[in-house]
């Protein structure tokens, strides 16, 4: 396996997180291929009884948001395609693929390199490896479909880097057509949170996060041109909460109430 940084080692949580949520909360996120895969994970990753129920779903919601969307989008534009940046070990594909779909997969060389190792790429999956917030890959793909719809997707990346890295990617890709973005993000608030408890939680308490989200609609503005905001919501909203333990209900609870997680949903 190929060495990863500190930031490229986070993508084992959300494998972590799909694998319990898989095992005992299918009604959030059942994912067959992470589980096929539990047993091909490195050795020595924390083990998912050092972390709280709430840590663990916390991703595994993730997916299942992200999987709802682009469901959504797939319904909608039949000849719609799906671009996942900062990949990782996502299995998205396996479970929401509707046999027609062109997607494409985005992560840095050696990330990739190790996915192609757990993951071969499938008939309609393409994996580009390189900078995410560089232009490559969007004009790779333009060049493969130039009037498609796209759907970005960029789960659990955005709170690695400056404001001023995200906004530039964002008005980058205003330049390539009909795309849309969705994102996880945190409030100020939730920031603060994530860095004094959860990543220590998850065994990263060493990776160092920036970017964060108080308003969509000042996000967009901040972007400019013709900017929409598609959906700003509360994460856990539409994630079924029955059987979870009471101290996980509560942390999702309190995460709505205030904002603290979110999913926005842009227009470009």
Not at 55 to 82: K, P, Q, W, Y
Not at 85 to 95: D, I, N
């Amino acid at each position: 396996m190929s060495k990863l940084g500190v930031v490229e080692d986070t993508l084992f949580v959300p494998m972590l997180g799909r694998i319990y949520a898989s095992e005992y909360c299918p009604q959030i996120l059942y994912d067959p291929k992470a589980l096929e895969l539990k047993k091909r994970l490195p050795s020595g990753l924390p083990e998912q009884n050092g972390q709280s129920q709430y840590t663990l779903l916390a991703s595994a919601a993730r997916s299942a948001n992200m999987d709802r969307i682009i469901r959504t989008f797939l319904e909608h534009r039949s000849n719609g395609v799906v671009v996942q940046l900062g990949c990782g070990l996502e299995t998205t594909y396996s479970r929401c693929d509707n046999g027609r779909s062109r997607w494409y997969a985005v992560d840095l060389p050696h990330v990739v390199e190790y996915r192609r190792e757990l993951l071969p790429e499938p008939e309609r999956e393409t994996y580009l490896a390189g900078d995410a917030f560089a232009e490559d890959w969007i004009r790779q793909i333009r060049a493969d479909v130039p009037d498609a719809p796209i759907l970005v997707t960029a789960g659990g990346l955005f709170h690695y880097f400056e404001e001023s890295k995200v906004v530039g990617l964002l008005r980058m890709l205003t330049g390539f057509g009909e795309i849309e973005i969705v994102f996880d993000s945190v409030s100020k608030s939730g920031m603060a949170m994530m860095r004094k408890k959860y990543m220590k939680q998850v065994g990263h308490g060493d990776a160092q996060m920036f970017f964060y989200v108080d308003s969509a609609s000042e996000l967009a503005g901040k972007i400019g041109g013709g900017v929409r905001v598609l959906a700003e919501e509360p994460y856990y909203r539409h994630i079924p909460r029955t059987g979870l333990k009471l101290s996980t209900k509560i942390s999702m609870a309190v995460s709505d109430r205030f904002g603290m997680v979110k999913l926005i949903r842009i227009s470009l």
